[in-house]
């Protein structure tokens, strides 16, 4: 991707995706330097525009778009609302149930009961206290020959293997088809196996036409079942027809199904016991945290923020990564993620819908040169925003340990190339310049900040996942980084383009592709959905393929592209406050479940 940002007071050339890059100021544009060795950004300082005069330029009263965003719904509400830390007994009763299930899991020796325990400890949210009880059972099940099992247990094998990077063949599924192509009519009426199907399809790659042909099966025949089902299957045939397990964020999931196991006939009372401890045990370190979090928020004070053109959604921001990792070894990843959030929340309501380009240059020549003394050259009203900025990422720097503190310096080159997409789209918004659909994702699948806060979590994660080649990888642009910003992008256009419409904002994706193809407006959003289903499926491909690290590395963006299901599913749950994502938060974060 080559990006050319230009300015009267800055010179931009950026010839890389989005690996870190050195800086050099005043270099000529034909230096043979820049075209080798590590991308570079080359910035020259226009003699024709003093600073003096940009700034007198930035001053003078203009009018602004705002966005009128609402106020946050939450105020002090998780400061002054603080429930106590987890009592003693509820951690020395988790784990005696702990070491039960650690025995069930040892002294299984049917496979069907192997898979239905190690599912059921998935779907409950237990699974970070099993792993390697879990992976020692899959490592088995991988070898497995299935031929001689019945339809339901080849699925839910397909499913768990799957879901842990193993490339198991959909062939399995080919015996299941009559002389016609089709699935065989036997298998409608039976919801359990059609159920199994329908999750285990939604692993496909774009290759795999007969899961492809399992999704419209088995949601058709499910849908039509779904009145005549006994109650608490229906309640889970509902759930995941809404979001399929692969597609479900975890800690949402749980909370949604621990009532459901409740009521299952195959209900283990040793398991629910713990799923129900644990999920409270977590939500009072998510509580803790959060408070630290809104503490933080209010006392950081930003004078920006009474100019009210940002949304304010601390809450939000906590809550969209707690989901994403919510295992408590993830704490201070998720702290220091949320911090960030709120900063580029900010950043990118100013270069959306309140600044002149004039400020948006400036203050994106502040942020590539990443330096306090480049404060004198914005306007007033950003300084204390940008000192802050600074100062947040100078904080984390030193909570690192010596050998992590690397991480930094590819956040930071990560952020300087955020902010310089947000710029580009600042030109293109003021141009009123449409471009066609694939320039347009080159810069927006950047913007949309999935890529960044992959990055970002992952700063703050323990040493032998964030590792210096897990930074590498990404910026190396990996398919799967790719396919994260796509669904990202283009469903976040979709849920915000009514709301967007309103003023004056740079094209989406939905406008390009309406332009580019002559369609309406519907045709578009059908056709970008399309998009999103095969990226989808690119996701699934890349996740069963090796990359030497860590499986949470890759996971990282699983678990962000899940959280679009979350957030953009039904409108913009993070902008629009009154939204299901109130009703999410009031569930995992205000009302605990009674033991």
Known sequence: MALLLISYGLFFRLQHKHRPCRVREGVPDDDPQTLKGSPTITLKRSTEWPLEILLSQVAVSVDRQVAGFDPSFWGDYFITNQKSRSEAWMNERAEELKNEVRRMLQNV???????????????????????????????????????????????????????????????????????????????????????????????????????????????????????????????????????????????????????????????????????????????????????????????????????????????????????????????????????????????DDFYDSYSTLEESRLLTDAIQRWSSSAVDQLPEYLRDFFLKMLSTFQEFENELAPEETFRILYLKEHWKFQAQTYFKECQWRDDKYVPKLEEHMRVSIISVGFILFSCVLLSGMEEAMATEEAFEWFEGSPKIAEACGTIARITNDIASKEREQKRIHVASTVDCYMKEHGTSEDVACEKLLGFVEDAWKTMNEELLIATGLSREVTEVLLHFTRSTEVIYKHGDGFTEPDTSMKEIIFSLLVHSILV
Not at 179 to 187: I, P, S, T, Y
Not at 317 to 332: A, G, N, Q, T
């Open 109 to 347: 020796t049917s496979i069907l009961q192997t898979m239905n325990l190690i599912d059921t400890i998935q779907l409950l949210g237990l699974d970070y206290h099993f792993t390697e009880e879990i992976d020692r059972a899959l490592d088995h099940l991988k070898d497995i020959d299935m031929s001689k099992y019945g339809f339901y247990e080849i699925a839910l094998h397909f499913r768990l293997l799957r879901q842990k990077g193993f490339n198991i063949s959909s062939d399995v599924f080919k015996k299941y088809k009559d002389k016609e192509g089709k699935f065989m009519e036997e298998l409608k009426d039976d919801a359990k196996r059609l159920l199994s199907l329908y999750n285990a399809a939604y692993l496909g790659t774009k290759k795999e036409t007969i899961l492809h042909e399992a999704i419209s099966f088995t949601k058709d025949n499910l849908t039509s079942l779904l009145k005549d089902l006994n109650p608490t299957f229906a309640k889970l045939v509902s759930l995941t027809l809404k979001t399929p397990i692969q597609r479900s964020m975890k800690r949402i999931f749980t909370r949604s199904y621990i009532p459901i196991y409740q009521d299952e006939p195959t209900l283990n009372e040793t398991i629910l016991e713990l799923a129900e401890l644990d999920f409270n045990i977590l939500q009072r370190l998510h509580q803790e945290e959060l408070k630290k979090i809104c503490t933080w928020w209010k006392n950081l004070n930003l004078d920006i923020m009474h100019l009210n053109f940002v949304r304010d959604r601390v809450v939000e921001s906590f809550c969209w990564l707690m989901v994403i990792r919510h295992e408590p070894s993830c704490s201070r990843a998720r702290l220091f993620a949320t911090k960030l959030l709120m900063f580029i929340t900010v950043l």
